[in-house]
């Protein structure tokens, strides 16, 4: 089973400030990485599959970066509506597994 | 339009068996390369993938919950079928049940529907 280990496990910045948040996996799950996004009371959403290709709708400011084993998402700048859960996604191999997830929280 | 619906128990008894429902509209398992999974998520804690089947019946389970789970499908009501044996208060979760391609990801989601364990 591929692990995949999100770092840090909470992100505490303000509104404008770029978010680097980290996802490591235990063996290379090639390019086959994706992202979600969730808010309280909702179901996550796909933001970044294929490790850097957005999603449809997903605004410009986010953006996904890496290969292998390690892997970025890039918020540029934060709007109000991006503090939230994020978390890591791989399909390269079964069983599927997903990141414990990192929360970014306002300053 | 993709849609999914997740319907069931809201409440079980520890040693139950929970049968979960995740109806949907807008894809067909009848349509090559189509699939739906279960995902769940413990209140406040990680999202973790349970199970999937594809259009063509071929089925995937979490090994840690192998011996528990059987997911099923009928295509003719659009529904896929999610049991779980032998309910813990520690399986208390969301269940959620998503679309995915065999060569895609989870894109579309359910709202979820919360299963608490409790005597």
């Known amino acids: 089973e591929i692990v995949l280990t999100q770092s840090p496990a909470t992100l505490s910045l303000s509104p404008g400030e770029r978010a680097t948040l980290s996802c490591r996996a235990s063996?290379?799950?090639?390019?086959?990485l994706a992202w979600y996004q969730q808010k309280p009371g909702q179901a996550p959403r796909l933001l970044i599959y294929d490790a850097s290709n957005r999603a449809t709708g997903i605004p410009a400011r986010f953006s996904g970066s890496g290969s292998g084993t390690d892997f970025t998402l890039t918020i540029s700048s934060l709007e109000p509506e991006d503090f939230a859960s994020y978390y890591c996604?791989?399909?390269?191999?079964?069983?599927?597994?997903f990141g414990g997830g990192t929360k970014v929280e306002i300053k | 339009q993709i849609t999914l619906k997740e319907s069931g128990p809201t409440l079980v008894k520890p040693t139950q068996t929970l049968t979960l429902t995740c109806t949907f509209t807008?894809?067909?398992?009848?349509?090559?390369?189509?699939?739906v999974g279960w995902i769940r998520q413990p209140p406040g804690k990680a999202l973790e993938w349970l199970a999937f089947?594809?259009?063509?019946?071929?089925?995937h389970y979490s090994p840690s919950l192998q011996s528990r789970l059987t997911i099923t499908k009928d295509a003719s009501k659009n529904q896929v079928v999610l049991t779980m044996a032998n309910m813990e208060p520690v399986d208390t979760a969301t269940f959620y049940c998503?679309?995915?391609?065999?060569?895609?990801?989870?894109?579309?989601w359910g709202r979820g529907t919360l299963v608490t364990v409790s005597s």
């Open positions: 089947i594809y259009w063509d019946d071929e089925k």
């Open positions: 998503a679309h995915r391609r065999s060569s895609g990801n989870f894109d579309y």
């Open positions: 996604h791989q399909r390269s191999n079964w069983p599927l597994t």
């Open positions: 807008g894809i067909s398992l009848s349509n090559r390369a189509v699939g």
């Open positions: 063996q290379s799950v090639s390019s086959y």
